[in-house]
């Protein structure tokens, strides 16, 4: 191991290479952008791969998906889900009184006009209400449901097929007798919901202890929760396809305790919130040992999260979270919430695939005491300015606690344009690979770092963190920020870190905070910094075949009270373009960014 030179040098206004040489990051390879050729010789192609979208999207040519969807929001009533050009309705309501409702011989037939007093369920005495024909439906019979609006309370005691000719012409309209319009118990495993619009006063639909299927149905504007699953006595099952929820008055989907549920080629929206639970106005939430499946859906313009899964486990796939802005006092603006509730249940685990996560204000994904992987998925414009808030593209931090640790590994994605912090962790163990973080925006508080990764001060935990095969480009304030932390790089660019307000703008700083910190930094370019590239504020730097180019002071070194260590361990280059220069450490009286407050 060599020393690197190092020199005291007085503060320095400006340092420049001067001319418009070119950088490590742009030297000619056989890599097409967002491609580099990393020291080493390798070519490393970050971020989303072309042919990596999910189902429903499209590869933006710059590292990132876009979803399939209509330009402007579909209408109330209407849904489209991602691959979805067009609005449509939530299912077509077919030619004749009963519409393409499978009936037979068997089924029950409902019909609110039928205005005799004969009915037997037969297509030609049908029965007037819809509680009357699950009270004569056989276990496991068709009750098929004609045009109408049906104000009545309707229990399922048994497993029938509910099925209406189309939301758009069918309603049930809870009246406020029990908890909710539809409600289906442990005595109705099996049955299925399908074709019809519900609303109310209260809950949507209650499925309890019984495992079910709700099939393009369109449930709007109930007083409090569009969809309630519960499993505390029993394990349920409960599947959501081609659905339309909207307008609830505090969450569109509740799920508590054992739950396994599924949601296919959904819309989730528009919370009106009415109560006063810091919860309100979400998307959907589960609390529980349960599972929660989302695929191919859309969740958006929620007031408070689009999801919130707690002791849970979470899959997220081919899915856009989009639109969701603060509503004070609630802990809201986030696209996805991952956490764990340590005394009450096991750890949350989550991942997410093929998604996009786009205009969040506060959090695009949020993990607390939980595990999370994330692989090629889009976070971007998390930007909060307007609120007053810093915006985190994704951020872990441990269980208030210290126990259990968040776990995030982030691979073969792409954030970009937060205005807080790209990707933050407080005590978390982190994997960032093959990711791209890009064009980050500078706040109120001269934030803008691609990275933060810092320990859990509460409980001393640190972060260790793993960077790998990433190029940061555009960030501002600093690429890579590691605080009382152990962060290894590799393989990896990091260009064009900007300054705010003329002050700071370094690729990579190791910083003591409330215990060493501690970077190794191999295979790597940093160029085209607005301060340095390289700075130690009281923290520990090794470096391998590391290309410090086009940055006013390669390295800086300020010892604090603690002293600060840079271990030069073979082929490092200092230059601007083709010109070297010997690798120095400068001492130059430079001063931290300001740090995020606790996460």
């Keep these: 191991m060599r020393p690197f030179t190092v020199c005291?040098?007085?503060?320095?206004?400006?340092?420049?290479?001067?001319?418009?040489?070119?950088?490590?990051?742009?030297?000619?390879s056989p890599c097409e952008p967002p491609g580099f050729v990393v020291p080493s010789g390798a070519c490393v192609f970050p971020g989303v791969p072309p042919g990596g979208c999910g189902?429903?999207?499209?590869?933006?040519?710059?590292?990132?998906?876009?979803?399939?969807?209509?330009?402007?929001?579909?209408p109330g009533g209407m849904i489209a889900v991602p691959g979805d050009e067009t609005c449509r309705e939530v299912s077509p309501c077919g030619e004749g009184r009963w519409g393409d409702i499978p009936v037979d011989s068997t089924t029950e037939h409902v019909d609110a006009s039928y205005g005799e007093t004969d009915s037997d369920g037969s297509a030609e005495r049908p029965w007037p209400t819809i509680g009357q024909a699950v009270g004569a439906a056989a276990p496991e019979a068709l009750v098929a449901v004609a045009a109408g609006s049906y104000a009545e309370d309707v229990v399922l005691a048994k497993a029938v097929t509910l099925w209406g000719k189309c939301p758009a012409e069918v309603e049930l309209v809870g009246q406020g007798q029990q908890r909710a319009a539809l409600m289906i118990g442990p005595a109705a495993t099996g049955a299925e919901v399908r074709g019809l619009a519900v609303t109310g006063s209260d809950r949507g639909i209650e499925v309890s202890e019984a495992v079910a299927l709700l099939d393009q149905l369109w449930i709007h504007d109930t007083g409090l929760i569009g969809i309630v699953a519960i499993g505390e006595v029993a394990p349920a099952e409960l599947d959501i396809r081609d659905s339309l929820i909207?307008?609830?008055?505090?969450?569109?989907?509740?799920i508590l305790d054992d739950v396994a549920v599924t949601v296919d080629r959904c819309l989730f929206r528009d919370e009106v919130i009415t109560g006063s639970l810091q919860t309100a106005g979400l998307g959907i939430y589960d609390y529980g040992a349960g599972t929660l499946q989302i695929n191919r859906s859309v969740l958006e313009r929620h007031l408070s999260v689009a999801v919130v899964a707690i002791n849970a486990g979470l899959q997220v796939q081919d899915t856009v979270v989009r639109d969701l802005t603060v509503d004070p006092g609630r802990m809201s603006g986030v696209g996805l919430w991952v956490a764990s509730n340590a005394p009450f249940g096991a750890p949350a685990q989550g991942a997410v695939r093929g998604s996009v996560i786009e205009r969040v204000d506060r959090s695009g994904i949020y993990v607390a005491g939980a595990s999370v992987s994330i692989e090629r998925t889009s976070v971007r414009d998390i930007d909060g300015r307007s609120a007053g808030l810093l915006g985190l593209g994704i951020a872990a931090t441990a269980d208030p606690s210290g126990e259990p640790r968040a776990g995030l590994s982030v691979q073969a994605s792409i954030i970009e344009r937060a205005n807080g912090v790209g990707l933050a962790?407080?005590?978390?163990?982190?994997?960032?690979?093959?990711?791209?973080?890009?064009?980050?925006?500078?706040?109120?508080?001269?934030?803008?770092?691609?990275?933060?990764?810092?320990p859990h001060r509460p409980s001393g935990q640190r972060t260790v963190g793993t960077v790998d095969q990433c190029l940061i480009q555009g960030a501002v304030v600093d690429g890579i920020y590691v605080l009382g932390s152990d962060v290894m790089v590799t393989a990896t660019v990091i260009d064009s870190v900007a300054q705010a307000d003329d002050m700071y703008g370094d690729g990579i700083s190791s910083v003591f905070k409330d215990g060493p910190a501690t970077v190794w930094v191999h295979d790597a370019i940093v160029g085209r910094c607005g301060r340095a590239g390289i700075t130690s504020f009281g923290g520990e730097v090794w470096m391998s075949a590391v290309r410090l180019d086009c940055n006013p002071i390669q390295m800086n070194g300020e010892p604090g009270s603690t002293g600060f260590g840079f271990h030069d361990e073979g082929g490092n280059w200092c230059g601007c373009g083709q010109d070297e220069e010997t690798c120095q450490i400068l001492s130059t009286s430079l001063e931290p960014p300001p740090e995020l407050p606790p996460l």
């Design 8 to 28: 005291l040098v007085v503060p320095l206004v400006a340092l420049g290479c001067g001319g418009e040489e070119t950088t490590g990051t742009e030297q000619s």
């Design 425 to 454: 962790t407080n005590g978390a163990d982190v994997i960032v690979a093959s990711t791209i973080l890009r064009d980050m925006l500078s706040g109120e508080h001269s934030l803008g770092s691609a990275m933060e990764l810092s």
């Design 55 to 74: 189902v429903g999207f499209v590869h933006d040519g710059r590292g990132g998906c876009v979803a399939v969807l209509p330009p402007e929001p579909c």
């Design 246 to 254: 909207e307008g609830a008055g505090d969450r569109s989907v509740t």
